[in-house]
């Protein structure tokens, strides 16, 4: 039987590595399931089950299950984010119009910054990255609670997002760039869950596995959807 089956048992504190090790056991399974079934979907007594645990070991470790599912939620977001946000800063510092040979920024570069490690994790971080990104792509489109948990783990590197698109074109209204970023956001997070959609209706053509298929069409596409609103918005004002 492996470690991560093995049920533990016993009313004493596990020990701090034993217990790390614990929580991981259970956030992955937390992952898995939430992923493949939704919040509803799912009780703290599956979570046990799958994780080989108790279920008074889940309450002791996260509380209810909201706090589980929003210990699940961060424990990746904050390497979303330290990601995206790291990207985008080196993207304007490699721009930056008092270096030398720097080029201008770009709409499409501004977002290949935000977008591409994201599509790096996915191809490199292993199946739990998998899961993760199929659970984002459930919250962003759960109207009831959804956009709070979004925002929650996700607004400030949005607002970078936002802001660097700003500098770019100045002359764009923040209205513009938030409706352009809802609709980036929509196709950035069907392409990371992998629904499999694409490779029906194509029949066989295309695989929403294959992310550099996604990489070398999804930065150019929201880009030019950013620069046709901006360009309408220009032209009517």
Same mark, same amino acid.
């Not at 399974?29 to 703290?44: D, K, Y």
């Given at each position: 039987?492996? #470690?991560? $089956?093995?049920?533990? +048992?016993?009313?004493?504190?596990?020990s701090k590595?034993? @217990?790390?090790?614990? $929580?991981?056991?259970?956030?992955?399974a /937390?992952e898995?399931?939430? #992923?493949r079934?939704g919040?509803? @979907?799912?009780?703290?007594? =599956?979570?046990?089950?799958e994780?080989?645990?108790?279920?008074?070991?889940?309450?002791y470790?996260?509380?209810?299950?909201r *706090?589980?599912?929003?210990?699940v939620?961060?424990?990746? %977001?904050?390497?979303?984010?330290?990601?995206? *946000?790291?990207?985008?800063?080196a993207?304007v510092?490699?721009?930056?119009?008092?270096t030398p040979g720097?080029? %201008?920024?770009?709409?499409?570069g501004?977002? *290949?910054?935000f977008? #591409?490690?994201?599509l790096?994790?996915?191809?490199d971080?292993?199946?739990?990255? $998998?899961?993760?990104?199929?659970?984002?792509?459930?919250v962003n489109?759960?109207?009831a609670?959804?956009?709070?948990?979004?925002?929650r783990?996700?607004d400030?590197?949005v607002? =970078?997002?936002?802001?660097t698109?700003?500098?770019?074109?100045?002359? %764009?209204?923040?209205?513009?760039l938030y409706? &352009?970023?809802?609709f980036?956001?929509g196709s950035?997070?069907l +392409?990371?869950?992998?629904?499999?959609?694409?490779?029906?209706?194509?029949?066989?053509? &295309?695989? +929403?596995?294959d992310?550099e298929?996604?990489? #070398?069409r999804?930065?150019?596409?929201c880009? /030019?959807?950013f620069e046709?609103v901006i360009?309408?918005?220009?032209?009517? /004002?």
């Amino acid at each position: 039987m492996t #470690a991560a $089956k093995t049920r533990v +048992s016993g009313r004493g504190r596990p020990s701090k590595a034993k @217990g790390l090790d614990l $929580k991981e056991t259970i956030l992955d399974a /937390a992952e898995g399931l939430f #992923a493949r079934h939704g919040f509803h @979907g799912v009780t703290t007594r =599956q979570v046990a089950a799958e994780a080989g645990v108790d279920t008074a070991l889940i309450h002791y470790y996260f509380g209810a299950k909201r *706090e589980l599912f929003d210990a699940v939620f961060l424990r990746r %977001a904050e390497i979303l984010n330290q990601a995206r *946000e790291a990207s985008m800063n080196a993207y304007v510092k490699a721009h930056d119009p008092e270096t030398p040979g720097a080029g %201008a920024m770009t709409v499409e570069g501004v977002i *290949e910054a935000f977008i #591409a490690p994201l599509l790096r994790i996915s191809q490199d971080g292993g199946p739990g990255w $998998k899961s993760y990104f199929a659970l984002v792509a459930q919250v962003n489109n759960t109207p009831a609670w959804g956009g709070e948990t979004m925002a929650r783990f996700f607004d400030p590197v949005v607002h =970078q997002l936002v802001e660097t698109l700003k500098i770019v074109r100045p002359q %764009a209204e923040y209205r513009d760039l938030y409706w &352009c970023y809802q609709f980036l956001t929509g196709s950035m997070m069907l +392409s990371l869950s992998e629904t499999g959609r694409i490779d029906s209706l194509s029949e066989g053509e &295309c695989h +929403s596995s294959d992310l550099e298929a996604v990489r #070398a069409r999804l930065f150019s596409y929201c880009a /030019a959807g950013f620069e046709a609103v901006i360009a309408k918005a220009s032209s009517a /004002a």
